[in-house]
């Protein structure tokens, strides 16, 4: 027993030496996956990068996930990765572990933080992004954020997202009505009267019309599984619309939706 235990502690430990060693050996210019952990503020959030290969720097999408955020996306995260673009997958303030409160107008300020980090010279060098260069793609509440965020913020070129759910047609009754649903989220740090109060006074103005405008400079991808949005769609310019049978997270409608969405980068 005592000999067993001795081979399986030294087979232990041979393979943490293996793999600290396959890490270390690693070619520069091949795939990495980088934890980073960014300053907002007092807060720190969690953002994850998903490199690709190659030493040149290159066209980087970031990932905007919904409300609470148990879609990630990351199946189309690899699938982008190996089409030659990084990906950055993040929580927002309050949401999944990183720190602070979660508030909506919170989100929105958060993607331009993700931009300003990526941005600078010395980070862009280290990880490869090429400036001016960035795809949002956001589900549901994300893609929502993706398109305000994006708007007009002259680093984002492309914006995709999927089944985009916008809260500017959100009204004080509905809010205090999904009270106990909001407060069940232990995944999200709300707390509901802020929560709430956030939304109802920057409503009217993160209406995605009053971003018309700056969103006519982008090129823009919108799937959805119904029309619920397309009054608001067919008064944008500059836009692919594709109408998908499915479900909210379009979950039998994968590798369509990843196939559509790296073509559509790609164009």
């Not at 996956?33 to 030493?55: C, M």
Request: hydrophobic letters at 40%; one cysteine or more.
């Amino acid at each position: 027993m005592i000999y067993r235990l001795q081979y399986i502690s030294l087979f232990s430990f041979l393979l943490s030496i293996y793999t600290l060693t396959a890490q270390v050996n690693k070619p520069e210019d091949s795939t990495k996956n980088i934890p980073i952990s960014l300053k907002i503020e007092n807060d720190t959030i969690s953002v994850y990068a998903l490199l690709a290969k190659g030493n040149e720097k290159k066209e980087t999408v970031i990932l905007l996930h919904g409300l609470p955020g148990h879609e990630r996306n990351l199946d189309i995260a690899q699938e982008l990765r190996r089409n030659g673009k990084n990906v950055i997958f993040f929580n927002y303030r309050g949401a999944w572990g990183s720190q602070g409160d979660f508030l909506y107008t919170q989100c929105i300020e958060d993607v331009g933080k993700i931009l300003d980090f990526l941005s600078k010279p010395e980070n862009a060098e280290t990880y490869k992004i090429k400036p001016d260069a960035f795809v949002l793609f956001g589900h549901s509440m994300g893609g929502g954020i993706a398109l305000l965020a994006g708007a007009n913020d002259s680093r984002v070129q492309k914006i995709a997202v999927y089944s985009p759910y916008l809260l500017e047609g959100a009204a004080e009754e509905s809010l205090n009505g999904a009270k106990s649903y909001f407060e069940s989220l232990f995944m999200l740090n709300i707390n509901f009267p802020e929560f709430k109060k956030d939304i109802l006074s920057s409503k009217d103005q993160l209406k995605v019309l009053n971003f018309k405008q700056g969103l006519s400079q982008k090129h823009l991808l919108i799937l959805d599984e119904n029309e619920r949005n397309k009054h608001w769609i067919d008064q944008l310019d500059n836009v692919e619309f594709i109408l998908m049978e499915t479900d909210h997270s379009f979950s039998d409608r994968r590798l369509e939706l990843t196939d559509r969405v790296i073509k559509w980068i790609d164009m």
